[in-house]
């Protein structure tokens, strides 16, 4: 179950950094309220899964997830750049989250 939160934080964690970007280009308290709702889903899980699982494990894996979530949804609702090196190493972040999904 603390994988299965770990995994809702990271989604939190990608969707409240796309509100960010969405704030930018759209200023409005719709776009802050869901921003909110999105990191407070984020902390909220992932301190529910650091009951059971170690806090660099976890917290490094939130991270990945987040940030490489972030990237991938910035390539894909934004218009970023999508060339072969920036998703390597998205490629090799994700990686070493499922490397440390398997040792802890």
Partial sequence: MAWFMLLLAGLFEMFGVTMINK????????????????FAGSFLFLSLSMK????????????????????????????????????????MIISSAIGLKLIA
Avoid: Q
């Avoid at 704030?23 to 999105?38: M, N, P, R, T």
């Avoid at 976890?58 to 999508?82: C, D, P, R, V």
């Fill in 23 to 38: 704030y930018h280009h759209e200023k409005s308290v719709f776009s802050i309220i869901l921003l909110v709702i999105g």
């Fill in 52 to 91: 059971t699982l170690p806090m660099g494990t976890a917290y490094a894996i939130w991270t990945g997830i987040g940030a490489s979530g972030g990237a991938i949804f910035g390539m894909i609702l934004y218009g970023e750049a999508k060339d072969w090196l920036r998703i390597l190493f998205i490629s």
